[in-house]
């Protein structure tokens, strides 16, 4: 297989801050319970072209939080697995369809076309419930499998596209990887939340309280009232950025002997809502890259700096006014070309406006958020270099150990000697850590971060060091 094994210890811490460990525990005994074929139907083209048809409906944060807080009523829970089954068999399309429209020869990659068979393998299990309406428990726990199905068939999707397309670098080029790997993930960031949205709060709900019963008060670091499914409403950044710091360093010094540390300046109460894997897996790939460009440049005494700031209310307030309620409604009712051409004033390209629109959405219904700069002294990213650090397969670090990092063998020693730093990657889906070094952290974690209005700006120093901006918006107001 091509994962590469992180060691035990913080695999687990990893995961510790991904969600509350109640949802953790009973997934894992569902999972064990739950553990049977699941009904499908053969998907047909016919079937592809008339999902893919239908207009792609908008993730809103309203759309996460509209059915309220944890526990669920069975009939909110009803509602919830409901509108997950209507958007879903669309975006499933749209994937297939997009993976069809690659060079022949790319999507003949073997890695791309287990891609290709994964998303058809999870609209099989959908199809059977095209013309359902989910109203009886029963249907609730065998629509919660197809969920928990769908989330583990993809679990791997990076670092499977990662070979694919390192396998097939001569027919595409890294541009045309980036603006396929830019929509697909993005696409795949929605997808996935929605599955695991249904999935958290089917085991945070009423009817299947039974499950929880004997886990509720063990993790007094996650009170699980402060979770709606996934999104955490009282999220601290400075408590993730301290768990991603003690697992980048604790991997830099395994390794290399040496240990950068952070210094947190700013504000570390600060609180706002948002999900937790999101701000993990970047806040891991930005440290990564600090820590990484520290080291190599033998700048380990001076310490990582790391700031917080909330951003001001005033500011949010005429961002949001700058977008119209023309905008706004357009963008409720699923109209997104017409919001995202009114908003950017551009007349987009299918692809490029459901990116945009991916963007601005999230803007009408945002709330406060942060500011958060990694200050590092590592040398900062050359002229050269900087035109690069967007694209899904830039990396200044070697092929060789690419390579090898992909195939799951231990990776050969580098000149630098940063092999291993570039094996660790946040949880970001993956799970595994195969896709560090392949130079998918900044796109991806960018990827991430714009997910609800958000970015990432990349400041370099060149030879002096970087600072990197994260902005991020609170999801949405809830109560
Ligand atoms: P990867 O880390 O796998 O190479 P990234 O997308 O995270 O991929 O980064 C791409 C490249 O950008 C890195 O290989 C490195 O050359 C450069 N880079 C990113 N962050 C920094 C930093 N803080 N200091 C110096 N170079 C950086
Ligand atoms: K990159
Ligand atoms: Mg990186």
Redesign the pocket.
């Known amino acids: 297989m091509i994962q590469v094994q992180r060691p035990l210890i913080i695999q687990s811490q990893l995961i510790r801050l991904c969600c509350p460990l109640e949802t953790r525990l009973k997934h894992a005994s569902f999972r064990q319970r739950h553990h049977r074929r699941l009904h499908t139907k053969t998907v047909t083209d016919d079937d592809i072209a008339r999902l893919a048809a239908r207009p792609l409906h908008p993730l809103t944060l309203a759309d996460l939080i509209k059915n309220g807080r944890p526990p669920l009523s069975a009939s909110a829970l009803y509602n919830s697995a409901n509108f997950t089954l209507s958007i879903l068999p669309a975006r499933l399309a749209h994937r297939i369809q997009s993976l069809r429209n690659l060079p022949f020869i790319v999507v003949s990659n073997p890695h791309i076309h287990k891609i290709h068979n994964n998303y058809l393998h999870s609209l099989s299990t959908l199809l059977p419930w095209a013309e359902k309406e989910i109203k009886t428990l029963e249907d609730e726990v065998k629509f919660t499998e197809v969920m928990a199905d769908l989330v583990q068939t993809h679990a791997n999707t990076i670092s499977i596209l990662a070979r694919g397309f390192l396998e097939a670098r001569k027919y595409i080029s890294p541009k045309e990887v980036t603006r396929f790997l830019d929509e697909h993930l993005r696409a795949r960031i929605g997808t996935r939340l929605i599955a695991e949205q249904h999935i958290a709060l089917h085991f945070s709900s009423q009817p299947h309280q039974e499950l929880s019963s004997s886990s509720s008060s063990e993790d007094p670091s996650h009170p699980s009232s402060s979770y709606i499914g996934v999104i955490d409403t009282n999220l601290r950044p400075a408590s993730i950025i301290q768990h991603c710091e003690s697992v980048v360093s604790e991997i830099c010094e395994l390794k290399y002997g040496v240990r950068p540390h952070i210094v947190l300046t700013g504000e570390p109460d600060y609180t706002f809502a948002h999900v937790p894997v999101h701000l993990e897996y970047i806040l891991t ?1 930005l440290l990564k ?2 820590f990484r ?1 520290t080291v190599e440049s033998g700048m380990e005494r001076e310490p990582i700096e790391v700031t917080i700031a909330p951003l001001p209310e005033d500011l949010l307030c005429e961002d949001n006014e700058s977008m119209s309620d023309e905008v706004i409604s357009n963008i409720d009712q699923g109209n997104l070309d017409v919001a995202s051409k009114s908003f950017t004033g551009q007349d987009a390209s299918d692809t490029a406006s459901a990116v945009a629109s991916e963007m601005i959405r999230p803007l009408a219904r945002s709330t406060p958020g942060v500011t958060i700069r990694i200050r ?1 002294r ?4 050359s002229p050269e ?1 900087y035109a690069h ?1 967007w694209d899904y397969s ?4 070697n092929e060789e150990q690419v390579s090898s990092t992909l195939s799951g063998g231990s990776p050969s020693k580098s000149s630098s000697g940063m092999d291993g730093l ?1 094996a660790i990657s946040g949880p970001g889906g993956d799970g595994a850590n195969s896709l ?8 991806l974690g960018r990827a991430y971060a714009e997910y609800f209005g958000g970015g990432i700006a990349v400041q370099s120093m060149w030879g002096w060091g ?1 600072d ?1 901006y994260l902005s991020l918006r609170g999801v949405g107001k809830v109560d």
């Open positions: 790939e890259n600090a460009a590092d590592g040398g900062g990213i270099n650090i830039f990396t200044t670090f570039n560090a070094g392949l130079g998918y952290g900044l796109p970087t990197v």
